[in-house]
């Protein structure tokens, strides 16, 4: 195919979680590459655009979707699948490229990229997720880990196309640039000397774990703050929230939980930080986490099969509270420049560029095959163009 692809790359809010962190970052290196990109998305409570500017090559579709007073989950989740299904047309497009359950639900034939696989009780969330996990015709995952969790419970066969990753952006932030020193000194003023989690207080982040850690860690350095960043999520965790601030006043801590962040600000809130921490029960890759390591942070994660495979030995790690704590005081305690070097590096080693490229073989692969006679019933079923044979 010699003229561009027409893409549509769909997400499913417009704030900076990281399956929207990541569509954006694509479609515009897929822009950059020659391709025409428009990514859609749903407004929720009168958002009218993305959480940061999004280069103009990329075209930018937000559908409206209203709060609705007292809504339950599982009827929200109805809804946006709906909505979202009734504003797209696609037949405008080459490739449809879903980015999560709610809106891989919305249309009827779609690439996937399952980031991270969830387990869920809700009868509406749990039948979504099933069914944007079966009905795609082809699927990519960031990490062989979640390829591995697809290809044994579902038998489906997954291309690995790890994320990018902004890591100059962050690099310039930990720099001696006088802007970003200045950055870097307004946040320690406001905050002091902190552990930075990004990504809110919800179960798969593991957030009563990490304050079970601090606490541990509080009583041998008390000046040593916890800060918590992000957080906008669909799901609704107030229960969770709840039995976390509880337990912080049980344990007599004061963690700052700063909410969403600007884009601009995130760089320089985790080039100041003394140690990230990333104690999640459940993710695809660790892009968060990356950053951090761009930014010359010591990171210390969960000790889970995908994040060894990503960050080999560049993070520390912890299996309990007990663990994540004694990981967290030796690197605050002992600062590491060779793991620090070696996570600068692997956080510029993951590229946009490079995501963009393979996804942009998969896209051929599956054009051609449903344009190759006989190609077009292989897709429906998920066999033919499902560029397996491209994984890493």
Same mark, same amino acid.
């Given at each position: ?250 344990? +007599? /801590? ?6 969403? %962040? #600007? @884009?601009? &600000?995130?760089?320089?809130?985790? $080039?100041?930080? =003394? ?47 007990? +663990? /994540? ?6 690197? %605050? #305690? @002992?600062? &590491?420049?060779?793991?620090?070097? $070696?996570?600068? =590096? ?47």
């Amino acid at each position: 195919m010699n003229r561009p692809l027409s893409i549509a790359l769909l997400s499913y809010s417009t704030k900076p979680r990281g399956g929207v962190v990541h569509t954006l970052c694509l479609a515009e290196a897929l822009a950059a590459a020659g391709q025409q990109v428009s990514v859609w998305t749903l407004g929720r409570g009168g958002d009218t655009g993305f959480f940061r500017p999004v280069d103009p090559a990329v075209r930018q579709e937000i559908v409206a979707l209203p709060e609705v007073e007292g809504e339950e989950v599982g009827a929200r989740i109805l809804r946006s699948i709906a909505t979202l299904r009734a504003a797209f047309d696609p037949g405008r497009y080459d490739i449809v490229h879903a980015q999560d359950c709610i809106s891989a639900n919305a249309v009827e034939r779609c690439i996937r990229t399952v980031h991270h696989i969830d387990h869920f009780t809700t009868p509406e969330l749990a039948a979504c997720h099933e069914r944007a996990i079966v009905t795609p015709y082809a699927h990519i995952c960031v990490s062989a880990a979640v390829a591995r969790e697809l290809r044994e419970g579902w038998g489906i066969s997954a291309t690995v196309i790890p994320n990018g990753v902004e890591a100059a952006r962050f690099a310039a932030t930990a720099g001696h640039d006088p802007a970003a020193v200045s950055a870097r000194d307004r946040w320690r003023a406001r905050l002091g000397r902190y552990v930075l989690a990004v990504g809110g207080i919800e179960p798969r982040k593991g957030s009563l774990d990490l304050l079970d850690a601090y606490a541990l860690l509080h009583r041998e350095d008390p000046g040593l703050r916890l800060v918590i960043a992000g957080g906008e999520t669909l799901f609704d965790y107030r229960d969770y929230r709840a039995e976390w601030e509880s337990r912080a006043i049980r344990l +007599g /801590l004061d963690p700052v939980v700063l909410g969403p %962040v #600007a @884009h601009g &600000d995130l760089p320089a809130i985790v $080039a100041a930080a =003394s140690v990230f921490a990333f104690p999640s029960i459940k993710e695809g890759f660790g892009l968060a986490a990356l950053e951090a390591l761009a930014a010359g942070i010591p990171v210390v994660a969960r000790d889970l099969p995908v994040l060894r495979e990503v960050f080999g030995a560049t993070v520390r790690y912890g299996t309990d509270p007990s +663990g /994540l704590a004694t990981a967290m005081r030796q690197a %605050v #305690a @002992h600062p &590491d420049p060779v793991r620090q070097e $070696a996570g600068r =590096s692997l956080a510029g080693a993951h590229t946009w560029h490079a995501a963009a490229r393979e996804h942009l073989a998969l896209y051929l692969s599956a054009v051609h095959a449903a344009a190759t006679p006989g190609g077009s019933a292989k897709t429906r079923s998920g066999q033919a163009g499902s560029g397996a044979d491209m994984g890493r």
